[in-house]
């Protein structure tokens, strides 16, 4: 990393970039509550965006929320737009690290990347959209490697808790790790939840321009990965998970584009062997798989057509049967909401020639943690900048555009993460019917499993 101190010339550790929109506020209430966790004990930071009206009440809002009436005082208010390129550029020079959260990122997202490569600002986002993602390394990549900035993008719920989460699997496993899927909970209190609309429309026009990524990712020209053991097959569009013990779908998010890109970041860089993946989401009990199946086809209908899509973003909760609202989650209903990820991978062990007969262990991973979309996304973004504030020896030897499992694998990320609300924990790993226990972070498993 090029620049990690404050200076004349960059005198903010940290921007973020959108803060008075609606996750924006929260990361900005999250940098307020780990500011003493740079070097030195002091973070200089400051809330950029289109209306400093808007910024200053974000900022009264976490003097609130904090009770530290001292922030809206001593946090600067930058005003920048993604269409005015020079104040972007002027944001960017200030900046050691911007955090983008201006969404939907394939509309507002890739100026703000462009201002960052060229004026020497590290970038890190949110973002869940595939299409800006790999097409934000498909463009920026070099240049970005050349300027010795870290454009590093989904540093949210997407898709840190899967990336971290198959990093983290592969590390706790005795042996060579071939295989990794996921299985996404998320349990809500009496109060419900919902999820803003911003990530709605991200999926609308995400499937509305499936072509495009397909076309997009052609033009990488990517050789296939080599395959260690038997290859992963992949499970039908619904069905019973015995992992989860409910209704299952896969996911249909960044997730498993983003680890796919770190696998061939691990295989090509540092020579190590792909672990497959597959993820998938769990939907619950049979209703739940009516409403979903209906949902489903209104939406594969819509989407088809703008007039559909100006429906589907027009009302975003008869579509989803409030899932998704324009209102977004009250702080009450995010109080109540988390999540859980089981990994559940299979490899060789340790004295196991992989290129030989089936994978003889098993490994289970939790990753859990508190509301995904507004309190997980925060956490994950501010200790991924922290992050690179703190270990810039530890991130890949040049600038580029990485996901996160390909940045920070050699970090404390998860550590962090760990201290922070998200948790990683290892559980037992089964190897020719032997039991062998993880003790990490101090759990000790009780129930013994033979495979």
């Known amino acids: 990393m090029a620049r990690v101190e404050v200076s004349t010339n960059r005198p903010y550790h940290l921007v973020i ?18 500011a003493s966790e740079v070097p030195g004990g002091s973070l200089k930071w400051a809330v950029a965006g289109r209306s400093r009206q808007k910024l200053e009440k974000v900022l009264e809002q976490a003097a609130g929320v904090l009770s530290k009436p001292e922030l809206r005082t ?9 269409g005015e390129p020079d104040s972007l550029a002027a944001m960017c020079k200030q900046a050691v690290i911007v955090l983008n959260c201006v969404g939907p990122y394939r509309f507002y997202g890739e100026p703000v990347v462009k201002a960052c490569v060229e004026n020497g600002a590290h970038h890190i986002d949110i973002c869940g959209e595939p299409q800006f993602l790999e097409g934000m390394q498909f463009k920026y990549n070099s240049q970005a490697a050349d300027s010795g900035v870290y454009v590093i993008g989904s540093c949210g719920f997407d898709s840190i808790p899967a990336d971290m989460g198959v990093v983290f699997t592969r590390d706790q496993f005795m042996g060579t790790l071939t295989t990794v899927e996921s299985f996404l909970t998320v349990s809500t209190g009496p109060d419900g939840g919902c999820i803003h609309d911003g990530t709605w429309q991200s999926a609308i026009y995400g499937f509305a321009d499936g072509q495009k990524l397909l076309s997009l990712r052609r033009k990488f020209n990517h050789k296939p990965l080599p395959t260690v053991g038997s290859k992963l097959k992949r499970r039908g569009m619904l069905f019973f998970s ?5 209704y299952t779908v896969p996911f ?3 997730d498993p584009s983003v680890v796919k890109r770190s696998q061939r970041f691990m295989v090509e860089e540092h020579q190590a062997s792909q672990v497959q993946y597959g993820a998938y989401a769990g939907v619950g009990g049979v209703v ?11 939406f594969w209908l819509l989407v088809k057509f703008s007039f559909g899509r100006n429906l589907l973003i027009k009302y975003p909760e008869l579509f989803t049967f409030g899932t998704f609202s324009k209102a977004g989650p009250s702080r009450k209903q995010m109080d ?10 299979e490899g060789y062990s340790e004295d196991q ?46 600038g580029g555009v990485y996901t996160p499992g390909a940045a920070f694998a050699k970090t404390t990320l998860i550590d962090r993460l760990n201290k922070h609300g998200i948790q990683f924990s290892g559980n037992i790993c089964l190897i020719k019917k032997k039991v062998l226990f993880f003790l990490h972070h101090k759990l000790l498993f009780d129930s013994i499993y033979t495979s």
Do not use: H, W
Request: charged share 15%.
């Open 17 to 34: 970039f959108g803060a008075s929109g609606f996750t924006g506020q929260f990361v900005a209430e999250e940098v307020a509550r780990t």
């Open 74 to 82: 001593e946090v600067d208010i930058l005003v920048a737009d993604v």
């Open 242 to 246: 015995n992992e989860i013990q409910q």
């Open 252 to 254: 249909m998010g960044s």
């Open 288 to 298: 739940s798989v009516a409403k979903l199946i209906f949902a489903g086809m209104m």
């Open 336 to 345: 109540g909401t988390s999540f859980q990820f089981t990994f559940c991978g």
């Open 353 to 398: 020639d992989p290129s030989k007969g089936n994978p003889n262990g098993k490994i289970r991973v939790l990753v859990q943690g508190p509301e995904p979309g507004y309190v997980a996304t925060p956490i994950a973004m501010v200790q991924a900048a922290l992050t690179m504030l703190n270990e810039p020896s530890s991130l890949p030897k040049k």
